[in-house]
C-alpha cells in the first residue's frame, strides 16, 4: 500500500533554513509528480509546491516562490522541500501528497515546522 | 492565488444530506473540471473523497457526491454518519500546475 512518511520539521528561528523530506513506498515513485501541501495550526490546506516525476519541472505558490524549493531523489524514494528565509506566517503542518493528474491521491501524516524566536 | 469560498459550518442530521458548496472564479472553478474535496478528521492526514468535478475513488461510499455549475462546485453526503463528521476542503486546478483550497467546512453530525 501507498505510504508517505515526512521528516525533519522542528523548531526554526526566523531567517533561518530547513529541510523535509518525504520517505515514499508502495507504489512507483519515480513515475508520479509529487506535490507539498501545507495547513497552518486551525486553518485551511494550502498547496505549496509540485516537482515532475522526474524532478525537471517545479511550481510553486507565490507564496513560497524564491525561498522554497523542492527536490526528489528517485533513487532513495525520497522527496524533498528545502525552506530558507523562514517566516513566521510558515508556521504550518507540512504534508507530502502523491500526484495523480489533477488531484492529490495518497498524502502523508505531515510534519510540523514552528518558526519562532 | 486567492482561496476558494467554503462556509465556515454545515450540520445535519444522521440520515439526513448535507451539501458544501465552493466557489471559485472563471480561473480555477469555473475554468476547469479538476475539482476534488477531501476529508480531514482531527489530526489526521486528508482523504481523497471526490475528484474531477464528480468521480469517487475506490473504497469511497456512493453516499458522497459532487457537481459543478459555473464557479461554484458542491459535494453532497447523503445519508449523513457520525463518522462522517470531519472538516471537508475543495481544491481545485487554477492553470500553470497551481491549485488552490477552499478555507474547509467543519461538518457537525447532530
Known amino acids: 500500500q501507498v505510504q508517505l512518511v515526512e521528516s525533519g520539521g522542528g523548531v526554526v528561528q526566523p531567517g533561518k533554513s530547513l529541510r523535509l523530506s518525504c520517505a515514499a513506498s508502495g507504489f512507483t515513485f519515480g513515475t508520479y509528480g509529487m506535490h507539498w501541501v501545507r495547513q497552518a495550526p486551525g486553518k485551511g490546506l494550502e498547496w505549496v509546491t509540485l516537482i515532475s516525476y522526474d524532478g525537471s519541472n517545479k511550481y510553486y505558490a507565490d507564496s513560497v516562490k524564491g525561498r522554497f524549493t523542492i527536490s526528489r531523489d528517485n533513487s532513495k524514494n525520497t522527496l524533498y522541500l528545502q525552506m530558507n528565509g523562514l517566516r513566521a506566517e510558515d508556521t504550518a503542518v507540512y504534508y507530502c501528497?502523491?500526484?495523480?493528474?489533477?488531484?492529490?491521491?495518497?498524502w502523508g501524516q505531515g510534519t510540523l515546522v514552528t518558526v519562532s524566536s | 492565488q486567492s482561496a476558494l469560498t467554503q462556509p465556515r459550518s454545515v450540520s445535519g442530521s444522521p440520515g439526513q444530506s448535507v451539501t458544501f458548496s465552493c466557489t471559485g472564479t472563471?480561473?480555477?472553478?469555473?475554468?476547469?473540471?479538476?475539482v476534488s474535496w477531501y476529508q480531514q478528521h482531527p489530526g489526521k492526514a486528508p482523504k481523497l473523497m471526490i475528484y474531477d468535478v464528480n468521480k469517487r475513488p475506490s473504497g469511497v461510499p456512493d453516499r458522497f457526491s459532487g457537481s459543478k455549475s459555473g464557479n461554484t462546485a458542491s459535494l453532497t453526503i447523503s445519508g449523513l454518519q457520525a463518522e462522517d463528521e470531519a472538516d471537508y476542503y475543495c481544491?481545485?486546478?487554477?492553470?500553470?500546475?497551481?491549485?488552490?483550497f477552499g478555507g474547509g467546512t467543519k461538518l457537525t453530525v447532530l
Open positions: 481544491c481545485s486546478y487554477a492553470g500553470s500546475y497551481t491549485w488552490v
Open positions: 472563471n480561473n480555477d472553478v469555473g475554468g476547469y473540471n479538476y
Open positions: 501528497a502523491k500526484r495523480e493528474n489533477f488531484r492529490f491521491d495518497y
